[in-house]
């Protein structure tokens, strides 16, 4: 979609700033699979890997300064929004310095600007569209930024939403991340359409585009075209960004429904090499600075380990605090 974007024009500071970013949140996944499989984390584990370009993509693009929304898939974006590694760990390992201490868990990490992580599938869209109405209302010049699988495509609850979305024209960007697999069945075999957003944003009268999820730079481009579009039009828009995911759905998933040859055709799209790849092409990246990067995020998710490891428990008392209906 963005074959003419200056890949260069971000800089190199902050380039190099994305792609720690995206390297800590691979290595805070691939810690977090390991103290679950270590039996150091209950309940499910959905990691973001493969997926990393897309929403590093969307916080350059559109800023903090806006209401997120995604699925349970959200260690990233909230990793991208402020919380630290280290309340994050804590919360997987459901400890009272967690996140939302200890009472989340994987699924239900929030911020200042996230309003969660949801594990019902599609169920985070009326959120996201209460959402950019109060932005609309008070006048203000932000966004909801929605982030959904494709599997929600065919929940009720997302035609419903743009369909108010449309209707009210709702400051709102919904960013399908189709990765191919709703769980273990094939988007071919549950979404009746190709080109999700551009289909569907015909029939609600918006815009729609496709990306390259696994490209940076491709995520960038437009999701920086749908901030303006948003803005100076009050009207939403959906978009695709076709991506993969190098791992199962959940930790509990071996993903058998992929050969070994699949998978490493996927592989060789890894976000994270390409990022590197067009830094060291415009010498601002070398093997060394690259290697000593990647040791310091793989050095902080370990540490974060630790901290969690060492950090109290809730106490049960406590159980029934800050809730409407116990």
Known sequence: MNENFDRGALGKERLCAVLRNMLLIRHLEIRGEAAYQQ????GFYHAYIGQEAIQAAAIEAFGVENWYITSYRCHALALLLGATPNEIMAELYGRKTGNAEGRGGSMHLYTKRLLGGFGIVGGHLPVAIGAAFSIKYLEKREL???FLGEGAVAQGAFH????LAALWNLPIVFIIENNNWGMGTHVSRAISVDKIAEMHAVSYGISGYTLDGMDFFDCYAGFKKAHKEVLESSKPVLIECLCERFRGHSVSDPGLYRTKEQMQESLKKDPILRLRHT???????DEHTFKEMDSREKESAIAAMKYAE???WPSPATLEEDVYAP
Not at 39 to 42: A, E
Not at 160 to 163: A, M, T, V
């Open 310 to 312: 060492e950090s109290p």
């Open 39 to 42: 039996g150091l984390i209950g």
């Open 279 to 285: 830094l060291e092409e415009k010498g601002w990246l």
């Open 144 to 146: 909801a930024i929605c």
């Open 160 to 163: 419903e939403s743009l369909n």
